[in-house]
């Protein structure tokens, strides 16, 4: 009897000191967040800090480095990041359903993986000069995501798998570059069934077959400085064949060629091509060598020359 009462007596002595430390996390919690009326303020990262008027909606996220998202989620309908957050971290705003406006600095660097997947009131999104990455799925399922707006000069060189997946909205996308080409993982614009319009840059057209653009009508390509030509042939006259116009911008760029197999327009008759006048184009049936014809004239198969 003594022993078990003994036993008993260790149990509860346990739970004493189990419930005193989750006492002591959570008075940690509530000293670092703090509330007046409807301005809440806290701790959000080792250097980051946060406002949120919760009757306005507006959250700001100020301090150093990276952050993570706090509580009243659903109540968040506008971001304001100041200077000095340098990411914004994985899963950070992921099903703010409220969540309309974005205000990202030139200090972010990094888009972590579903940043803001399954924001559905999310209309657009800009991209600042100096993000580098977007990881996977950052914006996936943002069904109202209709405009994507990235710098010319932007640093951009990585798109992860499904960054932009299910965004069914968004009906055209420029993917830019600075110095380097930006590099584009699988399915990054799978089921974005309004796209139409996409302009790639520093980029080979056989990595664009596995984006998941299922609807394009409408393609531009811009070579990136290390680019000679653009060839399609019988891997990709299959993908092309649903376009309805492809745009060869290679004008300022010199000695640039463009090589396309014939059966890509005896598949679409109707398919426009296009390029500027310094850019030589082949035609050819197969893969016999054949010469190469000057832009500046107008050819079979609907593939004519476009000048500025």
Known sequence: MNELIKRKEWRFSICIVMYALCCALLGCVCINAHSEGNILTGECGDSARYIFDTETGLLTISGSGSFYCPQNQDLISNVKIDEGITEIPDWA?????????????????????????????????D???SVEEIEAFAFEGCSNLMAVNIPEDSLLIYISQGAFRDCNRLSQFV???????????????EGCDSLYDLT???????????????NLKKLTIKPSPWDSGTFIGKEEVEVYSKLSEIVFDF???????LEIMSQLFKNNPTMFICSYADTKIHIFDSYDEVPYIEGTEEFDYAVKNVME
């Not at 993917?175 to 614009?189: D, M, Q």
């Open 175 to 189: 993917v830019p570059y600075k110095n380097r080409g930006v590099n584009l993982s699988t399915s990054v614009f």
């Open 93 to 125: 705003f992921s099903n703010c359903i409220n969540l309309e406006n974005v205000s990202i600095p030139d200090s972010v660097t990094r888009i972590g993986s579903h940043a803001f997947s399954e924001c559905s009131s999310l209309n657009s999104i």
């Open 127 to 129: 991209i600042p000069i």
């Open 251 to 257: 004008h300022g760029y010199g000695n640039n060629y």
């Open 200 to 214: 790639l840059c520093g980029m080979s057209l056989k990595d664009f077959c596995d984006l998941g653009c299922t």
